[in-house]
């Protein structure tokens, strides 16, 4: 069979569901290749984000269209004998870390988040071994891989292989305790230590966790933390100063629903791009941002 892959989003990010299908595909002695004008027996659409538009699909023969991801508000888990196997990387060859999930699902239920309605409860999901494929990076896109023992003991694993690793989604603040703090020191981390300090309620598992990890070793100007933007610019503002002034890095996020409904309005916009812009954020305050 000849099979076309449909990357949505683009190729800004490895998309993990896609490259799955491509190695299954290639190992039933498939064809396999990013969709043009041609014929297909089955083409495999995947989308993350809900604003996304859809490409145009008038020219050529797609065949069978399979359709997935959250931007198509699809939950549904891949078929088991795709979701075990190892990536296939050669179809993002711009990439050279490894990327893929320890746990899936997370325990906590906050409102803006889809991951709790999507996967449901944290659980274990795999052995970095298993889709690391010898790469001496790896990208984890875990939700809350704190909040499991088998993501604690793979953390443990990823100091022992002394790979470079990058937990994208961050961690969640009131878990890093001092000997959690102590565990993250042993691992080698691409840049950042990644946190989130999404309402005023999170800053003192923020601060706290920055203390850890300070006297673990690891200095406040190595932590990365996402600040959610919603109506509120103050409270946004407040957050984004206070880690500031904790020697953390901010990075503000503007909500957006997953319907979009809820747009970004040019004030969040405003307060992101000042916060976003280091050369600006060091340079002057919010209020005199043009």
């Not at 290749?33 to 604003?51: C, L, P, Q, R």
């Not at 088998?150 to 694993?157: A, P, R, V």
């Not at 993250?184 to 309402?199: G, M, N, P």
């Not at 407040?238 to 309005?265: C, W």
Request: one cysteine or more; charged letters at 25%; aromatic letters at 12%.
């Amino acid at each position: 069979m000849k099979i076309g892959l449909i990357d949505v989003d683009g190729h800004h990010f490895p998309n993990v569901a896609l490259m799955k299908f491509s190695a299954w595909h290639k190992k039933q002695g498939d064809t396999v290749e990013w969709a043009n004008i041609g014929n297909y027996d089955i083409t495999y659409m995947s989308k993350v984000f809900t604003f996304t538009p859809e490409p145009q699909m008038r020219l050529g023969s797609y065949g069978k269209i399979i359709k997935g991801g959250t931007g198509f508000r699809s939950y549904e888990n891949l078929p088991p004998a795709v979701d075990l196997i190892c990536p296939d990387y050669s179809i993002y060859p711009m990439f050279s870390a490894g990327y893929g999930f320890i746990t899936r699902g997370c325990p906590n239920h906050c409102p803006w988040c889809i991951v709790p309605r999507k996967e449901g409860n944290i659980y274990a999901y795999s052995d970095i071994e298993e889709w690391l494929d010898g790469r001496k990076e790896a990208i984890i896109m875990d939700n809350n891989i704190l909040a499991h023992e088998h993501g604690i003991i793979q953390l443990e694993k990823m100091a022992k292989l002394g790979i470079k690793v990058d937990i994208n989604q961050g961690f969640e603040a009131a878990r890093i305790t001092p000997g959690i703090a102590r565990l993250l020191s042993k691992i080698k981390f691409i840049r950042y230590i990644r946190l989130a300090c999404d309402t005023k309620q999170n800053i003192p598992y923020v601060e706290k966790a920055v203390s850890n990890l300070s006297k673990a070793g690891i200095k406040p100007y190595r932590v990365f933390c996402y600040i959610l933007v919603k109506e509120d610019i103050q409270d946004a503002l407040y957050r984004i100063e206070y880690m500031r002034k904790l020697g953390v890095n901010p990075f503000a996020q503007p909500y957006r629903d997953f319907e979009n409904v809820v747009m970004p309005t040019p004030q969040q916009k405003r307060l992101a791009r000042w916060c976003n812009r280091k050369e600006i954020f060091k340079s002057c305050g919010f209020e005199s941002y043009k």
